[in-house]
């Protein structure tokens, strides 16, 4: 139920997974596995709804540097000019990356660090090899989108209000879910100290974007955490 002012909170965990942690990640951030116990701290809170969230990649998926042809195919350096495979006339510009997170595989599992058992709901996104999905709730096309994960619908039937974002990567994956969540409808707060980002410039640019969509930071042991401590399931 929610409070009586209305107040439903949900924690969306984003992409805390082996191969974008270090030491042995194929992508890891770094300093990534650092934020695991600002993580389990959040767990403890009385969310409505803990969700933690899983890039599952096929193997051909498009955002892996080996996908495409030389000498534009350097992970990190090379970028790709995507095609809307429902409207050719609509395109993205996407950063390659080394393979990551492949479906199946131990790369792609939520780290031991995090206390798996107090999560509610795992959510896989990036299954079409066709396009990027940086974002939990769908790939960054409009014209028409190509693949959603039916999170924003989870969310809006459970009746939540607000969303509580932190894990990897704060200048994409984290960016991205984050201003969807508040395209979405719903009151979104990033926790700074449960983030690491791939880039130090690339992640203060991220938090700028996230304030100009009404995005607010703050600390896990901030003032607005508070509320969540006082809410009742």
Same mark, same amino acid.
């Given at each position: 139920?929610?409070?009586?002012?209305?107040?439903?909170?949900?924690?969306?965990?984003?992409? /805390?997974?082996?191969?974008?942690?270090?030491?042995?990640?194929?992508?890891?951030?770094?300093?990534?596995? *650092?934020?695991?116990?600002?993580?389990?701290?959040?767990?403890?809170?009385?969310?409505?709804?803990?969700?933690? !969230?899983? %890039?599952? $990649?096929?193997?051909? $998926?498009?955002?892996?540097? #080996?996908?495409?042809?030389?000498?534009?195919?350097?992970?990190?350096?090379?970028?790709?000019?995507?095609?809307?495979?429902?409207?050719?006339?609509?395109?993205? #510009? !996407?950063?390659?990356?080394?393979?990551?997170?492949?479906?199946?595989?131990?790369?792609?599992?939520?780290? %031991?660090?995090?206390?798996?058992?107090?999560?509610?709901?795992?959510?896989?996104?990036?299954?079409?090899?066709?396009?990027?999905?940086?974002?939990?709730?769908?790939?960054?096309?409009?014209?028409?989108?190509?693949?959603?994960? +039916?999170?924003?619908?989870?969310?809006?039937?459970?009746?939540?209000?607000?969303?509580?974002?932190?894990?990897?990567?704060?200048?994409?994956?984290?960016?991205? *879910?984050?201003?969807?969540?508040?395209?979405?409808?719903?009151?979104?707060?990033?926790? $700074?100290?449960? /983030?690491?980002?791939?880039? %130090?410039?690339?992640?203060?640019?991220?938090?700028?974007?996230?304030?100009? !969509? +009404?995005? !607010?930071?703050?600390?896990?042991?901030?003032?607005?955490?508070?509320?969540?401590?006082?809410?009742?399931?």
């Amino acid at each position: 139920m929610a409070n009586r002012d209305g107040f439903k909170p949900a924690l969306l965990i984003i992409d /805390v997974q082996n191969d974008f942690c270090p030491p042995d990640g194929s992508l890891a951030i770094p300093d990534g596995r *650092s934020i695991a116990p600002v993580v389990n701290k959040l767990l403890d809170l009385p969310f409505f709804l803990k969700v933690a !969230t899983k %890039d599952w $990649h096929p193997r051909d $998926h498009v955002s892996f540097a #080996s996908n495409h042809p030389a000498p534009d195919n350097k992970p990190f350096e090379s970028y790709a000019t995507i095609p809307n495979p429902l409207n050719q006339s609509e395109t993205q #510009s !996407t950063r390659l990356w080394p393979i990551h997170c492949v479906q199946d595989t131990s790369g792609a599992e939520i780290i %031991d660090d995090i206390d798996r058992a107090k999560i509610d709901v795992v959510v896989e996104k990036g299954q079409d090899p066709r396009v990027e999905m940086y974002s939990v709730f769908g790939d960054p096309f409009r014209n028409p989108q190509v693949a959603r994960s +039916g999170l924003a619908e989870m969310l809006r039937i459970n009746g939540v209000t607000d969303c509580y974002v932190c894990g990897l990567a704060t200048d994409y994956c984290v960016k991205w *879910s984050a201003i969807d969540a508040a395209e979405e409808g719903f009151k979104v707060w990033v926790v $700074h100290d449960a /983030v690491k980002g791939v880039e %130090d410039d690339s992640c203060k640019q991220a938090f700028a974007d996230m304030e100009k !969509t +009404g995005i !607010t930071e703050i600390s896990s042991d901030g003032t607005e955490i508070e509320r969540v401590k006082q809410f009742k399931k």
